[in-house]
């Protein structure tokens, strides 16, 4: 079994920061890309950025040059370090990675979701 897990959402006001981490664990023989998407109440889930293994790094529009995306490759998890919030950040953010288990295809993996909600 492989499990995604989100900590670090929370309420802040605008301008402020806030660090999201997701760990994986369970049965993992390794993790190519990983990265944080969210959503709004009937809305798409919309990609934020993305990692690579090899530490290559994609941001969406509206983020780029107020968050940054990190990973750890030896505890298997990755960052989302957020500034300059703004209320339209506010949404659950998801967890992606695609990992590979000993003898089995690559999956995708979500987590379970983390809210931010940021107060104007």
């Known amino acids: 079994q492989v499990q995604l897990v989100e900590s670090g959402g929370g309420l802040v006001q605008a301008g402020g920061s806030l660090r999201l981490s997701c760990a994986a664990s369970g049965s993992i023989f390794s993790i190519n890309a990983m990265g944080w998407y969210r959503q709004v109440p009937g809305k798409q889930r919309d990609l934020v950025a993305t990692?690579?293994?090899?530490?290559?790094?994609n941001y969406a529009d509206s983020v780029k040059g107020r968050f940054t995306i990190s990973r750890d490759n030896a505890k298997n998890t990755v960052y989302l370090q957020m500034s300059s919030l703004k209320p339209e950040d506010t949404a659950v953010y998801y967890c992606?990675?695609?990992?590979?288990?000993?003898?089995?295809?690559?999956?995708?993996?979500w987590g379970q979701g983390t809210q931010v909600t940021v107060s104007s």
């Open positions: 992606n990675a695609d990992i590979t288990r000993r003898y089995l295809p690559t999956r995708n993996y």
């Open positions: 990692i690579s293994s090899g530490g290559d790094r």
